[in-house]
């Protein structure tokens, strides 16, 4: 399983970011996929979780802010975040679970300065 994680990048407060995420190895179509993101000297969060079905979740601080998309042809997800926060600075991570193991794409890096 491979994820390849794409998008981010410096912003100043209130601007927008568009995250993706490639994964192969996986019937994708079949999986939950979900984004984390961890700030310096912070826990890693579950940020976003978009079901197989298309159903997704948030957590509260970006709920409203950001939304999760997927895409089972070109086996992507994406990550849209509006009116970026400087609390939202981190590395996104892309995960999916498959048989009990966790598998993390390599994270970027999404900077925003107030």
């Known amino acids: 399983v491979q994820l390849q994680a794409s998008g981010g990048g410096l912003v100043q407060a209130g601007g927008s970011l568009r995250l993706s995420c490639h994964a192969s190895g996986i019937n994708f179509r079949l999986f939950d996929m979900d984004w984390y993101r961890q700030a310096p000297e912070k826990q890693r969060e579950l940020v976003a979780r978009i079901t197989s079905g298309g159903s997704t979740n948030f957590t509260d601080s970006v709920k409203g802010r950001f939304t999760m998309s997927r895409d089972n042809i070109r086996r992507k997800v994406y990550l849209q975040m509006n009116d970026l926060q400087p609390d939202d600075s981190a590395v996104y991570y892309c995960?999916?679970?498959?048989?009990?193991?966790?598998?993390w794409g390599q994270g970027t890096l999404v900077t925003v300065s107030s």
């Open positions: 995960h999916v679970q498959q048989r009990g193991r966790n598998y």
